[in-house]
Every structure is written in structure tokens, then in C-alpha cells.
């Protein structure tokens, strides 16, 4: 009898092929980023609102369809609130700060004793070659024969150049604004379609599964999908209260540019210990405010109460809405979680910190579930020496 076998009957080889179709197919979707991005929010998006969706079709009869447009436009609604109270107070203080800046240099500057116009004289002899010795001065005269020697269809083209850049700078900001209409439109579309028809999709992926690692395989998934939508659900949410509570307080008590830096901080709170930025903004900023003389030094107003402010943001947050809407879904403990923020930003960027907690959290399931029962079977096979 015969033992010789085509490539294809071996699993190493299949698990080959199916490697390289999805490292081909992750590719192929980077390639396109422009269509898929926006394609994959939407998704996400629906991702997210599946449960209120369900729950919509199931209790009240509305139609999938409907209550996804319903979620649609209650996020609008939200954006343009957003947009209309927030943002040009945000706005306002950014440039506030921005004008105030220099201000802020200059004090510290006379306080610690630095002669920040010695030091910018300093630089600007370094970069000018002319201010050097052996150097010929700026005259009259030199001006007169530059004057003499400049070829008019020269400037002309440099005119032109000039002109065409500010025309090519207005067609790329008009065509920009095009381009996020466009994404806009994807993303809105795709994502009542997502919404529509997600149970189905779901049914569909788990129908493609072999029937004999069915139901382990949908064990593992649901194992992820509670973890990934009670971090993500639970972050979002998280990120509003954050940026209320320490907005509101700072506010209240006196902290400059309160709205700038609390926004910011709630931003930040996607990523694990990423508000803590919020804090250090907010004595700093409170400090410079003093050096430079707008406000009167007090302990209680530059440290004490920005910090009282922060550490009850996060007592509210971690022991009230954190176990109300996560709980423990990623079941994975602070020096973990730690070590994948920091893993993940080196690798990724701030992509990578905001996903290393979902994927880690994947990682750890599937150790659990497939990799370390395989290595127990497998010692446990092995024979004594």
C-alpha cells in the first residue's frame, strides 16, 4: 500500500496557505485604506450599538434599520452639541494659551536669570552669515547691484510658482473637505447597513465554522467579544464622565484654560493612566500663572485643589462607573495592562495604545483556551527521564 501523500494533505501545509491568503488579504485592505478605513468604523460602530439595536427590534418591534438611523442621529445630534458649546471654548483657550506662551517664557526667564535677548542674538549671529567677520555688511550699495542684476522673468516664475502653491493649498483644502463628505457618507451608509443585517453576518461567520469545532470555537469567541465590548463600551463611556468631572471641576475651582486641558484629559483616558497628563497640564499651567504674575502663589490654588479635582474624577470612575459598565471584562491584572499600553505604543503608536488592551485581552483567552491546555497535553505526554 502506497504512502505517499499530496502536499495539500498535510495541515502544516493548509495552515500555510490560509497564513498567506489573510497576510495577503491584510495587504490588499491596507492597500485600499482609503475605502476600507472608513468601511471598518462603520463596522466597528455597529459593533458597538448591536445590543441597543437588539434590544430596539426585540422589545418594541422597531425595525433594525429604523433604531440604527435613530442611534445615527442621536450621534449627530451629539457631534453638533459637541461642536456648538465645546469646541469654541476649546478653541478660545488654545489660543490663549498660544498668546500667552511668550509671556510665560519671558517671567520664567527673569526668574531663573536667563537673558532671552542675549541668547537670541547669540543664535541669530551663529545662522547669519553676513553678521560674521570677513564678512561684508549690507550697504547701499549692494542693494543697488542686487537691484541691477535681477533678472525680471525670474521673479515672474517666482510669482507664479508662489500663486500656483496658494491655488494648489486651496484645491487641497477643498478637496480635503470633499474627501472627509465622501467618508462621511460611507461611514453613515455602512453603518445602518452594518446595524441592519449584523445578526445575520454573525450567523453567517459562525455557519463557516466546521461543525466538529463549532460550538468550542463559538465558546472562545464569545469569551473575546465580551471582552473587547465591555473595554470599548466601557472606555467610551468612561472618556465622556472623565472629561465632565474634571472639566466641572476645574472650572469650579479656578484652574486656567479648565476646558482645554479637561477635554484633553478625557481624550486621553482611552488609554489606561493617559488622564494622569490632565493633572500634570493643570498645575503646570497654574504655576505659569503665577510666575507670570496673573494670579497670586497659593499652594491650595496651584496644587492642592487641581489635585483634590483629579483624584475624585478618578475615585468615580474607577469604583462607581468603571464595575458599572466594564466590571472585569478584560480579567487581566495593572501590570499587565501596563505592560501592553507601553508594548503596544512602542509598536503602534497611539493606535497601538488604544488596541493593546482589547488584544491583549484576545491573547490571554486564547492561552486559555487552546495554548497552554495544548502544552499541558503535551508535558504531560512526554516520559519521565
Not at 18 to 40: E, K, N, Q, S
Not at 251 to 263: E, F, K, M, N, Q
Not at 285 to 311: D, K, N
Request: aromatic fraction near 8%; hydrophobic fraction near 55%.
Amino acid at each position: 500500500m502506497s504512502t505517499d501523500r499530496h502536499l495539500w494533505e498535510y495541515r502544516w501545509a493548509r495552515d500555510l496557505v490560509l497564513i498567506a491568503v489573510v497576510a495577503l488579504l491584510l495587504y490588499a485592505l491596507h492597500l485600499a485604506r482609503a475605502v476600507t478605513v472608513p468601511i471598518l468604523i462603520a463596522l466597528v460602530g455597529a459593533y458597538v450599538v448591536n445590543p441597543l439595536v437588539t434590544a430596539a427590534n426585540g422589545k418594541w418591534r422597531v425595525p433594525r434599520w429604523a433604531a440604527a438611523m435613530a442611534l445615527l442621529g442621536v450621534g449627530l445630534l451629539s457631534l453638533a452639541a459637541v461642536a456648538l458649546y465645546v469646541v469654541p471654548g476649546f478653541i478660545e483657550q488654545l489660543g490663549a494659551l498660544a498668546e500667552n506662551l511668550p509671556r510665560y517664557a519671558t517671567r520664567a526667564a527673569e526668574k531663573l536669570g536667563i537673558d532671552w535677548g542675549s541668547l537670541t542674538q547669540r543664535a541669530r549671529d551663529a545662522l547669519d552669515p553676513a553678521t560674521q567677520p570677513g564678512q561684508r555688511g549690507v550697504t547701499r550699495e549692494t542693494v543697488s547691484e542686487v537691484a541691477a542684476n535681477v533678472d525680471i522673468k525670474t521673479v515672474v516664475q517666482a510669482v507664479s510658482q508662489v500663486l500656483g502653491a496658494g491655488l494648489g493649498y486651496v484645491g487641497t483644502v477643498v478637496g480635503g473637505a470633499a474627501y472627509l463628505g465622501v467618508v462621511a457618507a460611507i461611514i453613515a451608509f455602512c453603518f445602518v447597513s452594518f446595524s441592519s443585517h449584523f445578526n445575520r453576518l454573525v450567523a453567517w461567520c459562525q455557519s463557516q465554522v466546521p461543525r466538529a469545532h463549532r460550538e468550542r470555537t463559538a465558546h472562545i469567541v464569545s469569551r473575546m467579544d465580551k471582552a473587547i465590548s465591555g473595554f470599548v463600551r466601557g472606555r467610551v463611556i468612561q472618556v465622556v464622565v472623565m472629561a465632565v468631572l474634571l472639566t466641572a471641576g476645574w472650572g469650579v475651582v479656578g484652574v486656567p484654560y479648565w476646558l482645554l486641558i479637561g477635554v484633553t484629559a478625557g481624550v486621553l483616558n482611552l488609554v489606561p493612566y493617559g488622564s494622569s497628563v490632565g493633572l500634570l497640564m493643570a498645575v503646570g499651567l497654574s504655576g505659569l500663572e503665577v510666575i507670570a504674575g496673573h494670579a497670586g502663589f497659593s499652594v491650595m490654588h496651584v496644587i492642592i485643589w487641581p489635585t483634590v479635582v483629579y483624584g475624585v474624577a478618578q475615585v468615580v470612575d474607577g469604583w462607581v462607573v468603571e464595575p458599572l459598565v466594564q466590571g472585569q471584562a478584560t480579567n487581566l491584572n495593572p501590570l499587565t495592562v501596563m505592560l501592553a499600553v507601553l508594548v503596544g505604543g512602542a509598536m503602534a503608536g497611539m493606535l497601538g495604545l488604544i488596541l493593546a488592551i482589547p488584544v491583549m485581552a484576545c491573547v490571554n483567552i486564547l492561552a486559555q483556551e487552546l495554548i497552554l491546555p495544548a502544552w499541558r497535553s503535551y508535558a504531560d505526554r512526554m516520559p519521565a527521564s
